[in-house]
């Protein structure tokens, strides 16, 4: 398996451009969830799906959008992009079936001039 | 605002030392979570304790959960230079999906 993956690695956008962050899980994982991180703090949930079809809100939902259309990919979606949404962004994927252990992807190193 | 703060923030011991790592958090939690970090990596989970259990061990890993003073500790014994990373407490309020994530304490072990 090869787990939690995200493309790219590293992106750099100038302000108002829109990109999405992709991300994939061959676990059959149910739960799915976007984070960010940034320096000096832990991370931060930006949105998250319990399954096909079905997306909430994190804590810092506001300039993304995110959309789970199979099980398998839930990308994540940057509408205009703004210097503060340089970050580093983690995929992540559980199971959702009484066990909450969180399986990570490798990150997206995003910078937005 | 962040549900979990660590203590300390960066920690150097020497191998063969054992760690210790402080988390606090702010409301009621289903489980707690401990997660290491390498760095320039993603996150690996380490250990889950639910909030009706009090200790729980894993290979060189001990943590304490203490739900009356919504805190908790992660003890590494006899700690390794492969042990240096950054480590974080998560929380879960409900439902599995929601981990809300401490700052995290940055391990440093020397040879």
């Known amino acids: 398996n090869a787990g939690v993956t995200q493309t790219p690695k590293f992106q750099v956008l100038k302000t108002g451009q829109s990109m999405t962050l992709q991300c994939a899980q061959d676990?059959?994982?149910?739960?799915m969830s976007w984070y960010r991180q940034d320096p000096g703090m832990g991370l931060r949930l930006i949105h998250y799906?319990?399954?096909?079809?079905?997306?909430d809100q994190g804590e810092v939902p506001n300039g993304y959008n995110v959309s789970r259309s199979t099980t398998e990919d839930f990308p994540l979606r940057l509408l205009s992009a703004a210097p503060s949404q340089t970050s580093v962004y983690f995929c992540?994927?559980?199971?959702?079936?009484?066990?909450?252990?969180?399986?990570f992807g490798p990150g997206t190193r995003l910078t937005v001039t | 605002s962040q549900q979990g703060e660590e203590d300390p923030q960066a920690l150097s011991i020497q191998e063969g030392e054992n760690a210790t790592m402080n988390c606090s958090y702010k409301?009621?939690?289903?489980?707690l979570q401990w997660y290491r970090q390498n760095s320039g990596r993603g996150l690996v989970h380490l250990i889950l304790?639910?909030?009706?259990?009090r200790e729980k061990h894993s290979g060189r890993l001990r943590v304490t959960l203490d739900t009356s003073k919504k805190s908790s500790s992660l003890l590494i014994t006899a700690s390794r230079a492969a042990d240096t990373a950054s480590y974080f407490c998560?929380?879960?309020?409900?439902?599995?999906?929601?981990?809300?994530f401490g700052t995290g304490t940055q391990l440093k072990v020397e040879l």
């Open positions: 992540a994927s559980s199971s959702g079936q009484g066990t909450y252990e969180q399986y």
């Open positions: 676990m059959n994982h149910e739960y």
């Open positions: 799906s319990v399954g096909a079809g079905i997306t």
């Open positions: 409301t009621s939690i289903n489980n």
């Open positions: 304790i639910r909030s009706n259990e």
């Open positions: 998560a929380t879960d309020t409900g439902g599995g999906n929601k981990l809300t």
